[in-house]
């Protein structure tokens, strides 16, 4: 009843810049946070950016400075602005959020992952 579908995923070369974007639809009467993870090949998955109801952000060390997260409540969209991009960057990134739905339920949803590849 709730779904998450990240977009923007793709080929980067070091140095350049994409921009995330994850659509959350359904359901839905309230989003609470909305969270930005990766997955490299052979790690943990690791926070990269979240972002609460109110606005306010919080990063990974190893992105802080570079990448920006940011959301639309009207559009129950969230971002992930991402600069000065690294093949250490690589990783499949996965948007997550916590959501009420109509019958005042909450709990966290994933969407399905887009792949970034920073090489030359």
């Known amino acids: 009843q709730v779904q998450l579908v990240e977009s923007g995923g793709g080929l980067v070369q070091p140095g350049g810049s994409l921009r995330l974007s994850c659509a959350a639809s359904?359901?839905?009467?309230?989003?609470?946070?909305m969270d930005w993870y990766r997955r490299a090949p052979g790690k943990e998955r690791e926070l990269v950016a979240a972002?609460?109801?109110?606005?306010?952000?919080n990063y990974g060390d190893s992105v802080k400075g570079r990448f920006t997260i940011s959301r639309d409540n009207a559009k129950n969209t969230v971002y992930l602005q991402m600069n000065s991009l690294k093949p250490e960057d690589t990783a499949v990134y996965y948007c997550?959020?916590?959501?009420?739905?109509?019958?005042?339920?909450?709990?966290?949803?994933w969407g399905q992952g887009t792949q970034v590849t920073v090489s030359s």
């Open positions: 359904g359901n839905i009467f309230r989003i609470m946070s």
């Open positions: 997550s959020a916590v959501i009420t739905t109509m019958g005042m339920t909450s709990r966290g949803y």
């Open positions: 972002i609460n109801s109110g606005g306010s952000t």
